[in-house]
Structures are given as C-alpha cells and as structure tokens.
C-alpha cells in the first residue's frame, strides 16, 4: 500500500495523493458494507439471484422446456400428417414456427438456460 501511496503521491502531488488514497476508502467501505448489509445496490442483485434459484423457478423453467420441446415435435408430427399444401398444414406449420423461436429465445436467456435439462437441445432449427 506504501508503494501505490508513494507513486499516486508523486504522479499529482502530495494533497491530491491523498484526496484519491481517501475517495478510494471510502468506496472500499462502502462496497463491503453494501455487499454484508444488503445495501443498494447488491440487494437489487440478492434479489433477482433468490428469484432465478428459487426452487419454484427451477423446477418451472425445467418443466417448462421439456413441455415446450415436446410440444414441438408433436406439432411437427402433425404437420406431416397433413396433407401438402392445405391451408392447415400453413396454419400449423406458423404455429410451429412460434413455438419454436420461443423456445430459442427463452434457452439463449441465461437464468433460464441455467435450468435447462441436457438432454434437451440448446437450439432448434426450423
């Protein structure tokens, strides 16, 4: 610590050195104070990381994907069960195509992707 002291002190000056030696304590404090007593803005964060690995929210976003990946292949088994272009198949083949950028979507999130079984793909193609 004498060593930054000394540099920060030589670089500008003597009462600015300790300007910066003082403001940076003072931040120093303030984090561990804030990280221990869940002061802003780290009770923001304890917040979201209690709700995301809140066992309700696991268990959700894992039934959740494997319910929409099923989901999917079975829409796909009845697109091919339809027959060529009836306006049907093109009703189903869109219904399909939401299902599927809703699962991307919600697998390139990353406090859902966290609780994504892997068995499961992490994308699926159209």
């Known amino acids: 610590m004498a060593y930054i002291k000394d540099e920060l002190e030589e670089a500008v000056g003597k009462k600015w050195g300790r ?3 003082g403001f940076g304590v003072v931040i120093f ?55 060529e272009g009836s306006t049907d198949r093109m ?5 399909l195509n939401n299902m599927i950028a809703e699962y991307n979507a919600k697998s390139r999130e990353i406090t859902r992707n966290l609780w994504k079984a892997d068995g499961l793909p992490y994308q699926i193609g159209e």
Do not use: C, K
């Open 29 to 83: 404090v303030y984090i561990v104070i804030s990280f221990f007593a869940g002061i802003w803005p780290f009770s923001s964060a304890l917040g979201v990381a209690r709700r995301v690995t809140s066992p309700a929210a696991i268990i959700q976003n894992y039934e959740w994907f494997y319910d929409q990946y099923h989901a999917i292949e079975a829409q796909r088994r009845n697109i091919a069960a339809l027959p």
């Open 91 to 95: 009703g189903t083949q869109m219904v």
């Open 19 to 21: 300007r910066f030696i």
